[in-house]
């Protein structure tokens, strides 16, 4: 059996979906794609269920009811992976902002290095985003400075959505206890898995901003973020979390 599943989560992804998946299941080594589609209108769940013709036992679909949130998503694309015994699960956006090519530094460096999890990251070598504003980009880098500041974490990208785990940290983590859904989903799932020191590698990319599709990105997905971090801290302090 393929030891690796890559979970994409998708709402309203019809003009990337099939690309994203040709182009992840075109790799040299031989993944396995999980999409998690929303009940996108446009329609997305039916080009998935079109292209699991041609890539059959390679590309799997679950259709949620509803939007529900980033976090949620891959909660249940976490939850369906441990089921099907993956060794190396993924974190992967629909919109080619995180390049396939990528995948296999992220898996070299949990299989044949010592992470646990391994983190695509746009700031462990400077900045490195394509595409986006400046004033995006500064409070990408900044809101990871602030995530350190509070968390004692020593990761320069704690938003990142393009990762890698070892199936043993997410059997270690409750993950019906996981709430949050946007960039504080991202920053939960890196601090639970430092606070059960798990060993945490940056892997350098070059994050390109989408050219096709809608941003999901939302004032109360930034306020979620900023409090959130603390909150995490505070429930790690209290022997809560």
Known sequence: MNNSIVIIPTYNEIENVESIVRAVLSQHK??????????????????????????????FLEKRAKKSGLGTAYVH???WALENKYDFI???????????????????????????LAI??????????????????????FASVYVRMITGMKIHDATA???????AVLESINLDKIKFVGY?????????????????TEVPIIFTDRTKG????SNSIIVEAVFGVISLRL????NSL
């Open 184 to 200: 504080a989903f991202q920053i939960e799932m890196k601090y639970r898995t430092f606070c059960k020191k798990f060993a945490i």
């Open 30 to 59: 031989p993944f396995h794609v999980l999409i998690i589609d929303d009940n996108s209108p446009d329609h997305t769940a039916d080009k998935v269920v079109l292209l699991q013709a041609e890539f059959k036992d390679r590309l």
């Open 77 to 79: 694309g976490f939850k």
């Open 161 to 167: 959505g393009f990762v890698c785990y070892k199936r």
């Open 90 to 116: 993924f974190e992967m956006d629909a919109d080619f902002s995180h390049n396939p090519y990528d995948l296999e530094k992220l898996y070299d460096a949990c299989h044949f290095g010592d992470a646990d």
């Open 235 to 238: 429930k790690k302090l209290f």
């Open 214 to 217: 809608q941003s999901k990105m």
């Open 120 to 141: 695509g990251s746009r700031y462990v070598t400077g900045v490195n985003v394509v595409n986006w504003p400046l004033s995006r980009v500064l409070m990408s880098y």
